[in-house]
C-alpha cells in the first residue's frame, strides 16, 4: 500500500512539474510515448463519458469448480466509462495525458464485476538548450483483458503491462520511467534514465512482480532524417512469496529512419543475458521416497539464458490517421502463471477519422511467452478487434467494439476463446468524432 501510494504521490507532482517545456533534443531512436496521440494533429484534452451494452464470453477465473476444472463462463451486463486524452506542446515541454477508468456489471456472472483503470503520462521538458527530460509514468488495474483496454507497446521500459494476463482476476499494475538526455552536439546525443515496475495479483495462485531497472544509450544523426543508436538496459526483477527472482542485461544496437513527411522506419538487434532463481518441483531419490512416502520435492535452481534481441518497426501518421506495424522479441516479467519470459510481440493498428461523424479503428496482436524456467513450455495470445464510433451531434456519439482473443498454454493444450461486444452511447463536447482506440 506504501509503494502504491508513493507512486500516486509521483505521478501527481509530475502532473504539476509539467507545466513548463517542449519535448527535449529530437532523437529518432529513443521514440515518444504515444499518449494522447491521435494521427499527426495536437489535440487539445478532450474528456468522454459513455454507457455500454456488453455481452463477454470466456470469462476465466483463477479457480476450479466442483469437480476441480477451470469453467469459462458467458454473461451479458452494462458498463460505465470515464476517459480523457490529449496532447498538448508548449515552448519547452509538452504533456500527453490517456486515461480510462470503467466499471462492469455482469447479470449471471457477479464474480467478474469490477473495473479497469489506465492512466499514462508523457512529460518531457528543455529547461536548457542541450538538456531535456522526460517522465513517463503509468498506473491502472485490469479486471478483463479482453478488450483493448491496456495498449501493447513495444517500449523496452513498459515491461509491466499487463498484456498476456490468462485470468480474469484483478491486477494492479505501475511504472514509472524517468531519463535525462544530453544533446553534445547537433548530431551526437547520451541518455540515462531508470524505472521502477510493480505488479499486485489479487489471487495467491499467481505472482506478484517487483522491479526497478537502468539504461544509458548513445545516438549519433547521420542526417535529420535518420539515427544509428546504441544502448545498455539493466533490469532487475523481484517475484515475492519465495517464486526467486532474476538480472537481465540488454545490449542494442539500431538504427531508425524518418521517411518523407509521414513515415517512420526502425530496427534493432541484440542479446540478453539472463540469470534466474526460483524453485521447482522435482523427484526425490527412490530410497528416500521408501523411507518417507514422499516422492517429489522443492528445489531451488539457477538458470543461466542467452537470448536474441530483436524490433523492427513501421508506421505512418496521416493528419487524422495512423498506420503502426511493429515486432519485438526480448524479455518481461511474465503474467504471474509464467515468470521471467522470453518474448514475442506483433501488432499491427489502424485508426483513421473519416470525414467529420465517423472514426473506425482496428487491431491484430499476437503474444508469446516462453519462461526460462525449464519444463513450463510457452503461453501464446492471439486478438484482433474493431470499433466504430459516429457522432450523432455535438455532444452524442454512438459507439461500438467487438474483440475476440484466443489463449492457449502449448504444454498442456489448455485453450480459452473469448469475445467481447459492446453498444453505446457516448457524451462528449466537440465537432470531431470520438477516438476511443
Known amino acids: 500500500m506504501r509503494e502504491r501510494l508513493a507512486l500516486l504521490l509521483v505521478i501527481a507532482g509530475a502532473s504539476l512539474w509539467a507545466q513548463g517545456g517542449y519535448s527535449g533534443p529530437s532523437i529518432l531512436s529513443r521514440g515518444s510515448s504515444q499518449a494522447g496521440r491521435r494521427g499527426a494533429e495536437t489535440l487539445r484534452f478532450r474528456f468522454f463519458a459513455n454507457v455500454n451494452g456488453t455481452y463477454d464470453s470466456g470469462l476465466l477465473a483463477a479457480a476450479t469448480n466442483e469437480q476441480g476444472e477451470l469453467e469459462p463462463q458467458d454473461s451479458v451486463g452494462v458498463q460505465a466509462i470515464l476517459g480523457a486524452y490529449g496532447y498538448k506542446s508548449f515552448r519547452r515541454s509538452l504533456v500527453g495525458l490517456e486515461y480510462r477508468g470503467d466499471y462492469r456489471h455482469y447479470t449471471n456472472a457477479q464474480f467478474f464485476n469490477g473495473s479497469n483503470q489506465y492512466l499514462a503520462l508523457n512529460l518531457e521538458a528543455q529547461p536548457k538548450r542541450r538538456v531535456g527530460f522526460v517522465l513517463r509514468p503509468t498506473v491502472g488495474m485490469l479486471t478483463r483483458p479482453v478488450g483493448g483496454f491496456v495498449p501493447l507497446s513495444g517500449n523496452w521500459s513498459d515491461v509491466a503491462l499487463p498484456v498476456a494476463e490468462l485470468f480474469d482476476n484483478r491486477t494492479f499494475f505501475a511504472q514509472l520511467y524517468g531519463a535525462m538526455v544530453w544533446q553534445k552536439s547537433a548530431r551526437l546525443s547520451f541518455s540515462a534514465g531508470g524505472q521502477a515496475v510493480g505488479m499486485w495479483r ?39 512469496g519465495g517464486f526467486g527472482g532474476s538480472d537481465i542485461h540488454q545490449t542494442i544496437g539500431g538504427y531508425a529512419r524518418q521517411i518523407g513527411r509521414y513515415w517512420t522506419f526502425s530496427v534493432a538487434g541484440g542479446a540478453i543475458r539472463i540469470e534466474f532463481q526460483g524453485l521447482r518441483r522435482t523427484a526425490v531419490d527412490p530410497v528416500v521416497a521408501a523411507l518417507t512416502g514422499q516422492r517429489t520435492t522443492i528445489e531451488a535452481f539457477y538458470a543461466l539464458n542467452y537470448v536474441p534481441y530483436g524490433q523492427i518497426s513501421l508506421g505512418r501518421s496521416f493528419r487524422k490517421s495512423t498506420v503502426t506495424a511493429s515486432y519485438t522479441r526480448g524479455v518481461n516479467p511474465g503474467n504471474g502463471l509464467f515468470l521471467t519470459s522470453k518474448t514475442e510481440t506483433a501488432s499491427l493498428q489502424v485508426s483513421h477519422t473519416a470525414l467529420r461523424r465517423w472514426h473506425l479503428s482496428a487491431s491484430a496482436s499476437y503474444v508469446s511467452l516462453g519462461s526460462v524456467s525449464p519444463g513450463f513450455g510457452s503461453f501464446e495470445t492471439i486478438s484482433g478487434g474493431g470499433g466504430v464510433s459516429y457522432r450523432l451531434n455535438s455532444l452524442l456519439h454512438f459507439v461500438t467494439r467487438v474483440d475476440l482473443r484466443r489463449a492457449e498454454l502449448q504444454a498442456t493444450r489448455f485453450t480459452v476463446d473469448a469475445a467481447r461486444v459492446s453498444v453505446g452511447v457516448a457524451f462528449t463536447p466537440g465537432d470531431i468524432p470520438l477516438s476511443l482506440w
Open 202 to 240: 489479487r489471487t495467491r495462485a499467481l505472482a506478484d512482480v517487483r522491479g526497478s531497472g537502468a539504461m544509458g544509450d548513445v545516438a549519433y544523426r547521420l542526417s535529420r532524417q535518420s539515427t544509428l543508436f546504441g544502448s545498455y538496459n539493466f533490469l532487475h526483477f523481484a517475484f515475492p
